[in-house]
């Protein structure tokens, strides 16, 4: 896989600030009185390990020269069986699965306050779009200033990209965001079978693609691969996903059974070299997988929450979750940082996958990482909570511009980076227009009832959620 590719199998998280409301769990040890009383310690444990999964393998995985004023690439996992470890290291569909726990869980939250879809979205939004606006405010101008430095313009333009191709994760998650709403109405009405009909969907468009041969016709699958694991996170907080095994068995089986005599490559990412991805965009195989995950997470559920029951675990995960979003925005800058020294600088490049010198390298080079990290942590984790607004009063319309434009400028960055160009500053206008448009124009006052009594927004004079 390219560097390109590698950015491009990554996920992240608005999924990881938000608090979560505990669902029934099975028995453990009791709990101490904390903050994460409310939560459902399952889904913080699949949000943490997740993203620390995905920066482990953007780490890992590349393979870097550098001669001529140019920075070559490649992926570590393409090398020998490299592919059967991606059945476990592509966790996106966990990702996706974790983020429908929560936000049918906090949907659901802010109903009972009374609060309607369109103010829930508005602060889903800040939460999930903000942290880019320090992003992009440092990667704008950066590229500029490193080629009137004089580094080679390859390598500037290659980090420039992929630091902002990272951002697609954000554009599809919020898609899913968006749609919570009408979504947890179809699962109410039709449960299990929303998602198998998502599924279905994603076989029909898979078909089209691979018996037509064309790549652009699985564009849908985007959409209906991505949402049918986030609607099972919907079925997991109803307490529906029952016999795991079976979910896991057969996902992992099917997948299996794909790749080996369908037109789907082992790997579930892509890899250089390859005339398929099942990631960009998602097959029906990177479904199945993602599916025998979800399976093997909730068969080592109880396992799983005794674990995050331990104090100094608990304690990680308090600390790990208001941090996920900066780590996953800025883990390829610190990537960069380090082979701009050690690659481009000192040229030294990454040794043969497996051999003894990969071997002896690799912690040393995640140490490295890991203290280029650390100052971008300190800086940035402080963007994951939005600035205070008033309660957002701007209704429907107005909210769906402002996903609308905040869609559009991640989709822009993650199709051009932030390579120097119109289009980037586009991007980040179109951005910040559309977290404009979710704070409010004017302060809110409640309004009255025929006796005289503010009403409930969102509700009925009956109590009844609209």
Do not use: K
Request: aromatic share 8%; net charge positive.
């Amino acid at each position: 896989m390219t560097a390109a590719a590698t950015a491009a199998s990554a996920p992240a998280n608005s999924v990881a600030t938000a608090p979560v409301t505990a669902v029934p769990l099975p028995r453990t040890a009791p709990r101490p009185a904390s903050a994460r009383a409310a939560r459902d310690p399952f889904i913080d444990v699949l949000r943490v390990f997740g993203m620390v999964l995905v920066v482990l393998q953007h780490w890992s995985m590349p393979l870097l020269s550098f001669a001529d004023g140019r920075i070559s690439t490649g992926n570590a996992l393409a090398v020998g069986n490299g592919w059967m470890i991606t059945w476990f290291s592509q966790v996106m569909p966990l990702v996706f699965f974790a983020g429908g726990a929560a936000n049918a869980i906090s949907r659901r939250s802010a109903a009972r306050r009374g609060e309607a879809t369109p103010a829930w979205l508005a602060g889903r939004l800040r939460r999930l779009a903000w942290p880019v606006i320090p992003l992009a405010a440092v990667w704008l101008p950066l590229p500029h200033l490193l080629l009137a430095l004089g580094v080679p313009e390859q390598p500037v333009m290659t980090a420039s990209r992929l630091a902002g191709q990272l951002l697609w994760f954000l554009a599809i998650y919020l898609v899913a965001v968006a749609a919570t709403t009408p979504m947890l109405r179809l699962n109410m009405v039709y449960g299990w079978r929303v998602p198998v009909a998502l599924a279905a969907g994603a076989v029909a468009v898979d078909v089209l693609r691979f018996t037509g041969g064309l790549d652009i016709a699985g564009l849908p699958n985007i959409v209906l691969v991505w949402l049918a694991v986030h609607q099972l996170g919907f079925l997991y907080v109803d307490g529906r996903l029952r016999r795991p095994w079976v979910l896991a068995l057969a996902g992992y089986g099917l997948g299996a059974v794909l790749t080996a005599f369908g037109p789907y490559p082992l790997s579930m990412i892509g890899m250089p070299g390859a005339s398929v991805s099942n990631m960009a965009p998602p097959t029906v195989a990177l479904l199945s997988v993602g599916v025998g995950q979800i399976g093997l997470a909730l068969a080592l559920r109880r396992w799983i929450v005794s674990f995050a029951e331990w104090p100094g675990v608990s304690r990680a995960l308090d600390w790990a979750g208001c941090r996920m979003m900066t780590l996953y925005l800025w883990h390829m800058s610190a990537l960069f940082v380090i082979v701009s020294v050690v690659v481009v600088g000192l040229g030294i490049s990454t040794p043969e996958p497996g051999t003894s010198a990969w071997l002896s390298g690799w912690p040393h080079w995640l140490l490295m990482l890991a203290l280029a990290m650390w100052p971008l942590l300190r800086g940035f984790a402080r963007f994951e909570t939005p600035p205070a607004t008033g309660p957002y009063t701007g209704g429907t319309v107005r909210i769906l511009l402002a996903t609308a434009l905040v869609g559009l400028g991640l989709l822009t960055f993650t199709v051009n980076g932030f390579v120097p160009g119109t289009a980037s500053l586009l991007g980040a206008g179109a951005i910040v227009a559309g977290l404009a448009l979710t704070g409010s124009s004017r302060r809110a006052l409640p309004s009255r009832g025929r006796r005289g009594v503010p009403s409930v927004p969102g509700r009925r004079a009956d109590g009844v959620v609209i």
